[in-house]
């Protein structure tokens, strides 16, 4: 999405080979216009895949994924990261590790907003290890319910989150898909959407 | 907001005299066409006022919050709960205790994302005893900058938080103010927006 890739060019900043900021206008101040283009584009290639929820995981994840779900007229599910355990016939649990902050969280939602027959089209700001994608995955599927698809709206593709989505028979697409960083720098993978 | 109170009285479920459940539209699985409704609303309501920037605090106050943005076009401010305490010129933190959690945690902004100047609307999505508004406030002023308005999604009436915030020189807008439950049971005061 070019909108998207000069906007991390223009805002974004590459502090090591690893770490891109971009809490300029994605996770920390937001700038709503460009997540009404990015729900907008989610729409567009998701479109005619029968999807009728959106999940997300909090809290990055919420502006653009309910940008995606008013675009699509379907409900937005946020999916919480919990620091304990529960044991609830109530909801679905399954852990996360976060690599960004070295721990692991129970990533939960309530049962009761997940059914059989329900096609999720999960959506999340970065993909780049592919943990906190797998996991919704689980969760989504523990339900019955299918993962009709995977938004990511920044994909750090010298990462293997990808992989291992492919690897588990998920398709991710990406709006912008960063292919190398340095201090100063990031390149794109060629941009297909 | 008669939408809003409607939904209330539809989906809303009071468990006891105090906690109200709006997680089926609001703060888990979300509608975000109400969101969107909500946000218009603020955007009347706080119109003409020199708004240049929306608050809020992850994670449930992002959606209502950021269609105000996006109907105001400002960009959204989303302030982090930090577990822990951080030394940092580049942050703003102030304690804030939750009474549903029983804890404290530390609001957390950074700081070049706030100036003297800035014209800042606070919005949440619950108004209770205000620790969380009163935070906010504190953020915002520390940096210099105004505290143009508060905007809750729900208040609880027959809670402090109105009241305190009137005592610190702020006029809360809420667009649902219950001012009673039992089980089963939801009041409103009269809606006067």
Redesign the interface.
């Known amino acids: 999405m070019k909108l998207l890739e000069e906007r991390i060019l223009k805002d974004g900043v590459a502090l090591n080979s690893d770490v891109l900021l971009v ?2 206008f994605l ?7 460009l ?2 283009e990015i729900g907008r584009e989610f729409a567009r290639i998701f479109a005619g895949k029968g999807i009728n929820k959106i999940a997300t995981i ?2 990055s994840g ?2 653009p994924a ?2 995606a ?2 675009a699509m ?1 379907v ?4 999916m ?1 990261k919990s620091t304990s355990s529960i044991l609830s016939e109530e909801l679905l649990q399954t852990p996360v590790a976060s690599f960004t902050k070295g721990s692991t969280y129970q990533l939960t ?2 049962r009761k ?1 997940l059914s059989k027959g329900d096609s999720v089209l999960f959506i999340d700001d970065f993909l780049a290890n592919g943990e906190a994608a797998l996991g919704a995955a689980r969760l989504i599927e523990s339900a019955g319910a299918t993962v009709a698809g995977i938004g990511i709206v920044i994909e750090k593709a010298f990462q293997p989150g990808r992989l291992r989505l492919i690897e588990a028979g998920y398709h991710p697409v990406s709006l912008a898909a960063v292919s190398h960083m340095e201090t100063g720098i990031i390149s794109f993978v060629e941009s297909v959407s």
């Open positions: 809490d300029s996770n920390h101040q937001v700038d709503m216009g997540m009404q909090e809290s919420i502006a309910g940008q779900a008013l007229g409900p937005l599910l946020v919480k939602t309530k907003y």
